[in-house]
């Protein structure tokens, strides 16, 4: 295993000193990263290996720490991220006066790109069924084009076609090269399910209708228990004495609070139901999506 931070030093300093072109202190640091990144990457810790070894890039420049930035993204299994690297390693100008780690990190570059490119996968989603044309492909969720070569990373991928009602889905383990993944959206294809939104708004609604039904039928039999209590002191010609005034205003106040109360729970049942229909915040399945990097990714 070699020290990738060891190998850098040596190039480093030699571009330092023989160039000028980076300051002691970038130097020294970037130095510092390089070995940082070294021992993450002996660790297995290829995330936090990368990070380092580009910020020690971005100090110092060395095919080295490029080199060793692309490994850390095979190691990852994330090759399509690590193709890029590799071909910026080979596109280092050397000539015969080129320090020897340069020159070797490009020779090295050279045949584990063509490694990464015979591991990575070469996908054509072909479709089937009725307006198949039309339909929306899907690898991970983002959109790609039907037919077309997708570069994939190796290993386990959701692959899903969608048109109008119907949408198919098949996860897929792929080794390197070629393959073609086929979705038939006839009749295996599943019925396009809406995303069942949120009950919340529905089980609001019938709390408000349940209250207000119950404030009603409450406020109600105490109304007409107090109109009967005031019928009985009250002649046979439904003159009723000065006192029970009182009496008879609160019993209107409590009917009128009992006739609002229906009204509101009444409201707040059919809304209840509306709501428990809609489920507002539903989106149709397999909404969304975008191009994304595999755009970019498909010339490779």
């Known amino acids: 295993m070699i020290r990738f931070a060891a190998f850098a030093l040596f190039c480093v300093l030699l571009t330092s000193t023989t160039t000028g072109s980076a300051a002691p202190e970038s130097v020294r640091r970037a130095l510092e990263l390089g070995y940082q990144a070294d021992d993450l990457y002996m660790r297995g810790r290829w995330s936090e290996a990368y990070d380092a070894y580009e910020r020690a890039e971005q100090l110092v420049h060395s095919p080295v720490f490029v080199l060793s930035m692309a490994r850390s993204k095979k190691n990852a299994g994330k090759l399509i991220d690590a193709l890029p690297l590799y071909e910026r390693a080979l596109r280092e100008p050397l000539d015969a006066s080129s320090p020897k780690p ?3 990190a490009v020779a090295a570059a050279a045949l584990e790109r063509d490694e990464v490119l015979a591991r990575i996968a ?7 069924g009725p307006d198949a044309a039309r339909a ?7 959109v790609v084009a039907a037919a077309a070569a997708i570069p994939i990373d190796p290993g386990t991928h959701a692959f899903a076609a969608s048109v109008a009602d ?9 080794a390197g090269g070629p393959a073609e993944i086929e979705l038939d959206l006839g009749a295996g294809a599943t019925a396009e399910r809406r995303g069942r ?10 709390s408000v209708g349940v209250v207000g039904i119950g404030v009603g039928a409450v406020t109600g039999g105490i109304a007409a228990a107090r ?6 002191s009250c002649r046979e010609d439904k003159h009723c004495p000065r006192s029970a005034a009182p009496d008879i205003d609160s019993a209107k106040t409590v009917a009128t609070t009992s006739t609002v109360s229906f009204i509101a729970g009444g409201v707040g049942l ?26 970019l990714r498909a010339s490779f």
């Open 102 to 104: 340069f020159r070797d």
């Open 136 to 142: 929306t492909v899907r690898i991970d969720g983002r």
């Open 270 to 295: 059919a809304a209840a139901v509306v709501l428990f229909v809609v489920r507002p915040g539903g989106t149709p399945r397999g909404q969304g999506g975008s191009c994304g990097p595999w755009c």
């Open 166 to 174: 119907r949408q198919v889905d098949k996860t897929v383990t792929l």
């Open 122 to 128: 070469l996908v054509r989603v072909i479709l089937k």
């Open 227 to 232: 109109a009967s209590d005031i019928d009985a």
């Open 197 to 206: 939104g949120s009950l919340v708004p529905a089980a609001v609604a019938l």
